[in-house]
T-cell receptor
Framework: AQKVTQAQTEISVVEKEDVTLDCVYE???????LFWYKQPPSGELVFLIR??????QNEISGRYSWNFQKSTSSFNFTITASQVVDSAVYFC????????????FGAGTRLAVHP | NAGVTQTPKFRVLKTGQSMTLLCAQD?????MYWYRQDPGMGLRLIHY???????AKGEVPDGYNVSRLKKQNFLLGLESAAPSQTSVYFC????????????FGQGTRLTVV
């Protein structure tokens, strides 16, 4: 069975701090895809990144970076120099090939960035 | 581009009432989905469709029905609403290939009293 665990329910930081959101997944498939989505207070879901299981390179996009480690089944997300606009709920998700792009979501981590 | 549009955005129902949530996408996507979001549980798949005229059950299908008569529309029906169906409902769509990302609507907040 597939499962995604985001153990951090809520994180609170002060602006300009770095913060890492943890994501641990379980799957028996050798090929799979991992995603991060952001849900700001307005409620919509915003796609951030997709990573396939064969690509273990870390990725950086501006202040955002992702660390994918198959050995520990983790796909962690770091925000550098956090800003108030980063305040949101962040979801990690998993899908598998041939699975019609159905997503298995973690419970989400609520990030509050205070001025 | 409108993307994925859900109507209505808010609704309050009494127990036992029925309603239909409408999802429309203008990206010509093959796949469409209905998820529900509950506190502490993330999003869970209710039903999905891999093409016009097809539907399939997801993780939590009980109490819901769906239809996809046109490729661009995916309807979610509640025949007899229960308080346990109080949730935020999200529709999503994706192209029919290669595990690309899903595009989500703005959500429908449903309260059943």
């Amino acid at each position: 069975a597939q499962k995604v665990t985001q153990a951090q329910t809520e994180i609170s930081v002060v602006e300009k701090e770095d913060v890492t959101l943890d994501c641990v997944y379980e799957t028996r498939d050798t090929t799979y895809y991992l995603f991060w989505y952001k849900q700001p207070p307005s409620g919509e879901l915003v796609f951030l990144i997709r990573r396939n299981s064969f690509d273990e390179q870390n990725e950086i996009s501006g202040r955002y970076s992702w660390n994918f480690q198959k050995s520990t089944s983790s796909f962690n997300f770091t925000i550098t120099a956090s800003q108030v606009v980063d305040s949101a709920v962040y979801f990690c998700a998993l899908s598998k090939p041939g699975g019609y792009n159905k997503l298995i979501f973690g419970a989400g981590t609520r990030l509050a960035v205070h001025p | 581009n409108a993307g994925v549009t859900q109507t209505p955005k808010f609704r309050v129902l009494k127990t036992g009432q029925s309603m239909t949530l409408l999802c429309a996408q203008d990206m010509n996507h093959e796949y469409m989905y209905w998820y529900r979001q509950d506190p502490g549980m993330g999003l869970r798949l209710i039903h999905y469709s891999v093409g016009e005229g097809t539907t399939a059950k997801g993780e939590v299908p009980d109490g819901y029905n769906v239809s996809r008569l046109k490729k661009q529309n995916f309807l979610l029906g509640l025949e007899s609403a229960a308080p346990s169906q109080t949730s935020v409902y999200f529709c999503a769509s994706s192209p029919g290939y290669l595990n690309t990302e899903a595009f989500f609507g703005q959500g429908t907040r449903l309260t059943v009293v």
